[in-house]
């Protein structure tokens, strides 16, 4: 049993009335607890491949979370959740959703920029069996409930097509680009590789095999824009061309 009363203010303690019309086990001399009707519910947040967050980092995504109450699901990803705080944007999936103003709340509430998708569970499954960017993206997430991926991999050699070609900017334009920008083509193109390969797509096992294909510290060098680009590229078009032509071969053996 419980009963609901008000705290009244007294002379010298304050006070809480009830009825003498009231249930047998409320009788006088009875000890009860006594606790907030209102408290409000604590946000729990479901990690992924992560070990540990920062504090404000928690305390944004439970006020994202506690926002968007109202969504089946949420996913915050992406670089966000890389330890430090050089962040100034934030990537949110978000699942049978809501149609209160998200990039307002965040962009006045946080400072942040947010990179939303909208989605149902049935679309976000067939993107993690078909896309391995999209794999790559949901390799580390927290969400607002529980999720398992079910994995059956289902290659669309056009929609791979379509994916390289992101990496072949790298090769156009590598003088004009920063060190982000280089690793995240790299990243992409061993993300390709490995679906196509059938590993697995981890942010830890893409790094191992870039350092693997190019030399240790490619991974740092490439962040830092401090890669040799006379050698590195004439690998990286051999590993772009084998791939292409992987592709290719795939899309023809399928339109036959």
Wanted: aromatic share 10%; glycine share 4%; with cysteine.
């Amino acid at each position: 049993m419980e009963m609901i009363s008000r705290i009244s203010r007294g002379t010298k303690m304050d006070q809480i009335y009830i009825s003498k019309d009231r249930h047998p086990d409320f009788e006088v001399g009875s000890y009860v607890a006594i606790a907030p009707v209102s408290r409000k519910k604590r946000i729990n947040l479901f990690y992924c491949r992560i070990k540990q967050i920062e504090p404000i980092k928690s305390l944004i995504v439970r006020e994202i979370f506690e926002f968007l109450s109202d969504a089946e699901n949420v996913i915050i990803t992406g670089s966000f959740l890389e330890r430090g705080f050089e962040f100034n944007d934030i990537d949110l999936i978000v699942i049978d959703g809501t149609k209160k103003p998200i990039e307002k709340f965040i962009s006045e509430k946080f400072g942040l920029e947010p990179h939303i998708i909208s989605t149902t569970y049935e679309s976000l499954r067939k993107g993690m069996n078909a896309d391995p960017l999209f794999q790559m993206l949901l390799n580390k997430f927290i969400s607002k409930k529980r999720i398992i991926f079910k994995m059956m991999p289902k290659i669309n050699y056009k929609l791979l097509d379509i994916n390289l070609l992101n990496s072949r900017l790298l090769i156009d334009n590598f003088d004009y680009l920063n060190g982000k920008e280089k690793y995240k083509m790299i990243r992409n193109i061993f993300a390709i590789k490995n679906f196509l390969e059938k590993k697995a797509i981890t942010n830890e096992n893409i790094d191992d095999d870039i350092n693997a294909y190019f030399g240790k510290n490619t991974v740092d060098d490439s962040i830092n824009n401090m890669l040799q680009k006379n050698k590195f590229i004439k690998k990286y078009k051999k590993l772009y061309n084998d791939i292409f032509n992987k592709i290719m071969r795939g899309i023809e053996q399928n339109a036959e």
